[in-house]
């Protein structure tokens, strides 16, 4: 199962080679070839540091994952909001307009959404405020059987990213209590 823990983990290994990789360029350009060292080095560090510039908002996207209880909703599609989010509410903003529908991708199978949100009138659709803030949230739908989403999961992350390529991450425990929220807002959409 991939956990935002997992997801630092990986990043923090990248990083790591990738800064390390960047010091020995600059150390070896140093010696033998000054500006090519140092720019080789530099640009391994900006690869190696970059991810990290993104970790908060990473962590913050907030998810709504449909229920698992309904077996027939497992077998077909399962909803799932990426909400938005304002700096008086939650601390930091976020407009579920900017991500890409067709990066998203969700659970342990890491699929995307079943519909064709590459359609305008299909997006368009997507687009619904489920959380009352006023800023549309973004709704998908996703096949539970490819997703790997069963009754064993006990945490659902949805990675995306947004149309200038900022990469999101958020998690959802499945046990909080949301699905019944976003199940009743989905009934009136």
Known sequence: ???????????????????????????????????????????????????????LR????????????????LERRIPVAILSATKERDGFDFDPGRVDPR?????????????????PEIYALSLKDINDDGIPDLILYFSGDSA??????????VRAKTRDGERVLGCTDMETGYESVLMRKLEYI
């Open 103 to 119: 990066s998203v991708r969700i659970g342990p199978g890491k699929v995307g959404p079943v519909d064709d949100v590459a359609d």
């Open 58 to 73: 990473r962590n913050n996207v907030k998810v709504l994952v449909g229920s698992r209880s309904d077996n027939n909703l």
């Open 148 to 157: 790997g989403i069963n009754e064993k999961v006990e945490e659902v992350c």
């Open 1 to 55: 199962m991939d956990t935002i823990k997992e997801e630092q983990g990986r990043i923090l290994i990248r990083s790591v080679l990738l800064c390390a990789i960047g010091l020995l360029f600059i150390a070896l350009g140093l010696s033998f070839l000054p500006v090519i060292g140092i720019v080789m080095g530099a640009g391994f560090l900006w690869f190696g540091l970059s991810p990290w510039m993104n970790v």
